[in-house]
C-alpha cells in the first residue's frame, strides 16, 4: 500500500472516528455533523430521499446495498421511521415519522453533480476525482465547476456556481479572498483535508465504503503573498478585523475595486471564512441565504475529523483502561495475549499484502479460526 493510500485511509477513519458505531445517534438529535448511508435497497427511486447513521447501516442495513455520503451536517438518523415502510429501526426503534429539519438532495440516491449522474459512472470512461461543495453539500465533476479548479497539492473549500448565486453577497469576498489558478502558487504545500472523492472500487456497495474525503486548505500567515487570490502582502484588509465588531466588513470590501468574474464555482483557502463580517445586519443575512453555519468554525470538515481524532482513544488506551482493576500478573497476562494477538494480525495483513490479494469475509474467518485451533494447541 503506497503513502497516498494511507493517508486516504487515515482520513476515511477520521471521518466514522466522529461517528458512534454501535448506537443510533438519533437520540442525540441534530447532529453537526456525522457520516451519513443511504439505503438503496429500502428508499429506491420515486419514493422519499432518507438516511441514515453509521450504526444503523453496519447493523439494521447490514448486506443491503449501501451507499456512503459521507458527512453531512445538522442530520438526523431516519432509519425505521415513515420514511422506511415496514422496517423498523433494531436500535432505536422509537422515532418521529420525518425528521423535518433534515436537508436531502439527489446524493441520497447515489446521484451528483449538475449532471446527475452516479459515481462511479459506468458510462464515463474518465471517472474524474469529484469535489465537495460546502454549502450544498453535493459533489462535482471537475469539468462541470463552470471555472477551471485550482492545480494544487494543498486543497481548499470549494462553493459551486448554484451556491454561489443563492448567496450573492459571497461574491464580494471572492473579490479579494477567494484562490484564483492564476494566484496558485502563494498556496500551502501541506495537505490537510483531501477533498477529493476517488475511485476505489467506490460505487454504491454493499456495507463497505469508497474512498471519499473533505476539501480544505491549510493554514497559512495572512501576509504570506498570494495565498488569497487578489490579496496583495501584507493583507490589505487587517485593519477591518479591529472594526469587525462594529463596522459592516461587508460595505467597506464593496467600497474596494477588486471585481472578478461573477460566475462559476468559487475555491477558497481555508482561513477565509474568519473575515466574514459578524455585525447584525449581516448575521440576518446569513440565515435568510441559508448559511449561518459559514460562521462556524467547527463545521469545516478539518474540524470534524481533527475533533475525532483527538476524541478517538488508541487501541493501548482502551486496553489499558479496561485491565486497570485486575492485579498485576493479571495485567501482564493479558497484555502478552494482546501483544501476541496484534503480531499475529499484522503478519496476516503483511502476508496478503505481498501476495496482493484482497482480504475477504471468509479469508478473515479462516485466520481467525486458525488462531484459534494454535490457541488451543497450545494450552493442551
Known sequence: MDQCAVDELYEAFAVLAGSDPDHCSYPKGYMKRQAVFACNTCVQSGMDPAGVCLACANTCHDGHDICEL???RNF??????????????????DKEGQNVKNSYNHNYFGRFCSCDRP????????????????VCEDWFHEKHLQAPAVDCEALMEMICARCMTRAPFLWTYADHFAVSPVNKE???????DAGVMSDEKGKCFHTSVHD??????????????????RMSSPDPVTHLQLSKATQCVLNELKAKDAARARAGSVFWPYFWRAKLCTCTDCKRMYVKTGVPFL??????????EEKAKAETLTSEDLLLSCISSLNHVQQLEIIHQYNELKHELREFLQQSADQRQDITPEAFREFLEELQTRKRRRLN
Open 70 to 72: 459521507y458527512t453531512k
Open 76 to 93: 438526523r438518523c431516519d432509519c425505521g421511521n415513515e420514511k422506511f415502510p415496514g422496517f423498523t429501526c433494531k436500535l432505536h426503534a
Open 119 to 134: 459515481y462511479p459512472d459506468e458510462d464515463d470512461q474518465v471517472n474524474e476525482e469529484m469535489i465537495q461543495c460546502i
Open 186 to 192: 502563494g498556496l500551502c504545500k501541506e495537505q490537510t
Open 212 to 229: 471519499v474525503s473533505s476539501v480544505s486548505l491549510c493554514s497559512q500567515p495572512e501576509e504570506t503573498s498570494g495565498a488569497a487570490g
Open 295 to 304: 460562521l462556524d468554525e467547527s463545521d469545516t470538515l478539518l474540524a470534524h
